[in-house]
Nanobody, 122 residues
Framework: QVQLVESGGGLVQAGGSLRLSCAAS????????LGWFRQAPGKEREFVAA????????YYADSVKGRFTISRDNAKNTVYLQMNSLKPEDTAVYYCAAASKYTNRKDDYNYWGQGTQVTVSS
């Protein structure tokens, strides 16, 4: 079992930055690939970014490539999402999730946090 708790969401103006954190507890953190997903009102939950267990490989949705950076600190059992050049369309609840393999498929993620709200004003 892995427990995930996100933090760092908030209200920011377009063009601004936020850094989300996700603290994990439970089984060996580095055994899991981690991902960030987001869900806007009335929309499906969508993939944002993923990182391998060791942190050596990352993958991004086209909509955030070049603006968002996923990273992890296995000594602190924490994964981060640095979000720059934020746009109003980035407004959503952001979730971190853990999977036994490196993937962008939502259904492959077994463990989820409770989410943190990010709101970008125009």
């Amino acid at each position: 079992q892995v427990q995930l708790v996100e933090s760092g969401g908030g209200l920011v103006q377009a063009g601004g930055s936020l850094r989300l954190s996700c603290a994990a507890s439970g089984r060996t953190f580095s055994n899991y690939a981690l991902g960030w997903f987001r869900q806007a009102p009335g929309k499906e939950r969508e993939f944002v970014a993923a990182i391998t267990g060791g942190g050596g490989f990352t993958y991004y949705a086209d909509s955030v490539k070049g603006r968002f950076t996923i990273s992890r600190d296995n000594a602190k059992n924490t994964v981060y999402l640095q979000m720059n050049s934020l746009k109003p369309e980035d407004t959503a609840v952001y979730y971190c999730a853990a999977a036994s393999k490196y993937t962008n498929r939502k259904d492959d993620y077994n463990y989820w946090g409770q989410g943190t709200q990010v709101t970008v004003s125009s």
